[in-house]
Nanobody, 126 residues
Framework: QVQLVESGGGLVQAGGSLRLSCTASLRTFSSSVMGWFRRAPGKEREFVAAISRSGSYTNYADSVKGRFTISRDNAKTTVYLQMNSLKPEDTAIYYC???????????????????WGQGTQVTVSL
């Protein structure tokens, strides 16, 4: 059974940093596109970042560009989201997701992802 387990969330002051991790029990991890999404209170789930299978290509939502960095370690079957200069509007539950297929702009939507984690809460205070 495939499991994606997020960790690293918590409470941080505005301007601070957090690093989220997502470890996958996925034999095909190195051939999977990985993504991060988030759902803020009262809002729809939204795309945050995605990374190609080799890590050569990444995409970010405009709202996090320049502040967040997605990376992966295929040997550890783990994807990371480094979040700097956090703002209160970054408060949300963050989910990682995995899917197979060629990398492209479709991965900026939730449609192609096959597996999802349970999420980790990030709260940014003033």
């Amino acid at each position: 059974q495939v499991q994606l387990v997020e960790s690293g969330g918590g409470l941080v002051q505005a301007g601070g940093s957090l690093r989220l991790s997502c470890t996958a029990s996925l034999r095909t991890f190195s051939s999977s596109v990985m993504g991060w999404f988030r759902r803020a209170p009262g809002k729809e789930r939204e795309f945050v970042a995605a990374i190609s299978r080799s890590g050569s290509y990444t995409n970010y939502a405009d709202s996090v560009k320049g502040r967040f960095t997605i990376s992966r370690d295929n040997a550890k079957t783990t994807v990371y989201l480094q979040m700097n200069s956090l703002k209160p509007e970054d408060t949300a539950i963050y989910y990682c997701a995995a899917g197979s297929g060629a990398y492209g702009t479709i991965w900026l939507t939730d449609r192609p992802y096959d597996y999802w984690g349970q999420g980790t809460q990030v709260t940014v205070s003033l």
